[in-house]
């Protein structure tokens, strides 16, 4: 029995000796330069004795640990550095395009659609489309290269084309050139068969040229006949027949088998319908052909020059030619049926 106590005791004291766990307390971090003094705990001891502090040296945590790593900061991740940048060189404003020097356009009212080389090209509410004009621009510079090789002469200037609302009655006309203000109108609606307009165009640009080559004032009191004729001839690659053959030549011929030929003298303030007017320019055109193919353009261009007004028939054949109107007029017609 009194083993049996002395064994109970001994196992009391070991149970509450010095505490083997941890409290919150323990985790928390210490001071830096602060030594923490020696703690006072209280031992538990057995009803009806008091006990005696003493001081308990604290003991080391169970928990091994090791030694602190050195604070190593983790580079950032690597960033994708953009290409540089390629910087454009410096562009220069780029040169307007060239114009026909010489004698400048005029300048216009109404809306400027198109300009190239030799011409501004303007338009009114009504007339053709700007879509259209600038459509047949280029188309109109070679029309002018054309007149210039058939002329032998080329402008001395640049020109102002407006178009206008078309016009309406008997005598109503497509185009008018105004060579001395370098101007030409043109009277078209806006959807108008851009190849129409040009085949126009290119016998107005002869007026011009006449202009610049013959000058002023030979060229306002030209003769009626040579003035329209030589333009009729001159733009005839824009006016062929099926066959390829100039439809000047066509018409004529077919005139004098049906036996209507106008005479050369015809005048259009008698008479301005446009069949009218269509068919003596056709005939005028043939006749300037005559003229060219049996005199020459020396010759030509001396009648042109010798004129004393717009009527048919005002040139000095006579003093040019040695014959009348009237007789170069017969030996035409004649010429006409061996061309036939």
């Given at each position: 029995?009194?083993y ?24 928390e ?8 003094a ?31 790593l ?20 410096p ?14 356009a ?6 400027l659609a198109?300009?190239?080389y ?26 002018i ?31 008018l ?13 806006p ?29 306002f ?15 005839y ?39 009218t ?51 170069l ?6 010429w ?5």
């Amino acid at each position: 029995m009194r083993y049996f106590l002395l064994i109970l005791l001994t196992l009391g004291v070991s149970g509450c000796g010095t505490p083997t766990g941890f409290s919150a307390a323990s985790f928390e971090p210490a001071v830096a330069q602060v030594q923490p003094a020696p703690v006072a705990m209280a031992t538990v001891v057995p009803a009806g004795r008091v006990a005696q502090p003493r001081p308990v040296t604290p003991v080391a945590s169970a928990v091994p640990t090791e030694a602190p790593l050195p604070l190593v900061e983790e580079p950032p991740p690597p960033t994708e550095v953009p290409p540089p940048t390629e910087v454009p060189p410096p562009t220069e404003t780029p040169a307007p395009p060239p114009l026909l020097p010489g004698v400048p356009a005029p300048i216009l009212t109404g809306e400027l659609a198109m300009r190239t080389y030799s011409i501004d090209f303007y338009r009114l509410p009504g007339g053709l489309s700007a879509s259209t004009i600038q459509a047949l621009a280029i188309p109109a510079e070679y029309a002018i290269i054309s007149g210039t090789l058939k002329m032998n002469s080329g402008l001395k200037g640049r020109i102002a084309i407006r178009f206008e609302p078309p016009q309406t009655g008997p005598c109503a006309i497509r185009g008018l050139t105004l060579s001395g203000e370098r101007t030409i109108r043109m009277f078209y609606e806006p959807d108008v068969d851009p190849n129409r307009v040009l085949a126009i165009l290119a016998h107005e640009f002869i007026h011009q040229l006449q202009h610049d080559y013959y000058g002023v004032p030979e060229h306002f009191r030209s003769d009626i006949i040579l003035l329209e004729g030589m333009a009729v001839w001159a733009s005839y690659p824009y006016f062929l027949a099926e066959d390829g053959r100039p439809l000047y030549h066509v018409r004529t011929q077919q005139a004098r088998r049906d036996g209507t030929l106008l005479p050369l003298t015809t005048s259009l303030d008698a008479d301005c319908r446009t069949t009218t007017r269509v068919n003596i320019y056709d005939q005028w055109g043939s006749f300037v052909e005559y003229l060219l193919l049996t005199y020459g353009r020396e010759k030509l261009d001396a009648a042109y020059r010798d004129s004393r007004g717009r009527p048919a028939g005002s040139a000095n054949y006579r003093g040019v030619y040695g014959k009348p109107l009237s007789q170069l007029e017969a030996e035409w017609i004649e010429w006409l049926a061996t061309e036939d």
